[in-house]
């Protein structure tokens, strides 16, 4: 049984045998953040005029700690917590951590799902469709391992483009369920057209292909893929989808449904700005019986159509849980479109720059529906991983940038690029001149 449902149970029982309310006993869940107050945005604003309003971006960024080390323009690992986030975070660890059991069978249960509820709205779905995961990582192996549709001969795709351990677990069905697991090369440079010609071509090639694993935003070079067009596509054929919006999700103005697809792994402490450790499961409504109960899992309240019996994580990060819904309150406070439209012009102020520099390749794409605040570079002639972990450790050593390296593309290794909604333009022009300098060489 999974330990959520499991210690919901016992406090039911435990709270009918007591002759007195958990609260009463001093467990009763604090005072959530408050938001920060920003400054005023003029009615008819647009997310990309205010993208350039310098006072707001710089409000936005004083609510964070950041490092003054480097430039640090590696923030798609995870993202930093806010001020207020971090304040609640460690206000929650703390009552953790004084109540211990008494907190964790009696209130957490109750409040596990209120954080369940506020990520199924933020996310645009039904909170019997999620099950909170500790990452996308875990939700999509549990997606990937536990699809049970495929039998013995069966196809299943993935590309260049998809993170590292979900093509390792993709490549694992063949072991698992006897299917032919078969791989693409996104093409460079990339256009929306031949990226969707590159899937329709592998769905003609493979008449046998049922599933495919699809990266919304790549971890690579940061191309967002026309993941609702090529899972129509899919579904016409018959074929599955199972999405990886790790880097899609918090930075992109959308929601779940935009996906056009019936499974997706979530990260949300990457854009959301929740604390490390939370992430969810999406299976629509009425595909859940499609992926396996975590290794004999017993039935939930809904039979097999429980979703929370796909994931079995042991004892959680409780005040990880109990901060979710700050991050979300504050990612909405700020606005998810204002979010995208401000890390688009950061990314945009570097590599626009970088495509004139004489030894510079860029990769990345100018149409804005392939682009997110991700994107890559590397020296012409130089992909090999060597190459690029050199040119990381040089941007570092001589001129105090931290990018990081990348490997995976079929083209070759590349430096990755990701600034944050906190991150002054100044630091990508820094980059720039930087780029300038090494390119010289």
């Known amino acids: 049984m999974n330990p959520q449902r499991r210690a919901l149970l016992c406090a039911g029982s435990l709270a009918a045998a007591l002759p007195f309310s958990a609260s009463a006993a001093g467990a009763a869940p604090l005072a959530a953040a408050v938001l920060p107050p920003l400054p005023k945005v003029p009615a008819g604003t647009t997310p990309e005029m205010l993208a350039t309003d310098q006072a707001y971006w710089q409000a936005v960024a004083a609510q964070y700690d950041t490092t003054d080390a480097v430039v640090q323009l590696d923030n798609a690992f995870w993202g930093s917590m806010a001020r207020p986030v971090l304040a609640h975070y460690e206000q929650q660890l703390s009552m953790v951590n004084r109540d211990n059991a008494w907190y964790a069978r009696m209130r957490f249960p109750a409040d596990f799902e209120a954080a369940r509820g506020a990520a199924a709205r933020a996310l645009g779905v039904a909170v019997d469709e999620i099950v909170l995961t500790r990452g996308a990582t875990e939700a999509l192996q549990v997606l990937i391992a536990g699809y049970n549709r495929l039998q013995s001969g069966d196809t299943v795709l993935y590309a260049d483009i998809d993170y590292d ?17 078969v791989s693409i090369a996104i093409p460079e440079p990339f256009t929306h057209d031949n990226v969707i010609a590159a899937y329709v071509a592998a769905m003609e090639r493979h008449p046998k292909l049922k599933l495919m694993l699809l990266t919304h935003v790549n971890h690579r070079n940061g191309m967002v893929l026309p993941v609702a067009e090529i899972s129509r596509l899919a579904r016409a054929r018959g074929i599955d989808v199972i999405v990886d919006t790790a880097h899609g999700f918090g930075q992109l103005d959308m929601t779940i449904p935009d996906l056009q697809a019936d499974f997706a792994g979530i990260n949300l402490h990457k854009w959301i700005g929740a604390p490390v450790g939370v992430g969810a499961a999406y299976i629509k409504r009425g595909r859940v019986a499609d992926i396996d109960p975590y290794m004999g899992e017993q039935r939930g309240e809904k039979g097999n159509e429980d979703i929370r019996t796909r994931v ?6 409780f005040a990880a849980y109990l901060s979710l819904p700050t991050a979300l309150d504050l990612h909405a406070h700020i606005g998810v479109a204002n979010k995208q439209a401000r890390l688009r012009l950061l ?13 510079i390749e860029v990769l990345a ?12 570079f590397r020296l012409k002639g130089k992909a090999s991983v060597a190459d ?16 990081v390296p990348r490997d995976g593309l079929a ?4 430096v990755r690029v990701t600034p944050g909604i906190f991150t002054p333009e100044s630091h990508l022009d820094r980059l720039v001149d930087a780029l300038r300098q090494v390119a010289r060489r």
Do not use: Y
Request: aromatic fraction near 6%; charge should be positive.
């Open 347 to 359: 990314r945009n102020r570097w590599v626009e720059a970088a495509r004139g520099i004489d030894g």
């Open 411 to 414: 083209s070759g290794a590349c």
């Open 165 to 181: 351990n979900m093509i390792t677990v993709t490549r694992w069905l063949q072991q698992r369920r006897g299917a032919e697991v």
């Open 388 to 403: 690029n972990f050199a040119l990381s450790k040089k941007l570092v050593q001589e001129h105090g940038i931290f990018a």
């Open 365 to 376: 794409s100018s149409d804005p529906r392939l682009a997110s605040a991700i994107a890559s």
């Open 312 to 317: 079995h994580t042991g004892t959680v990060n």
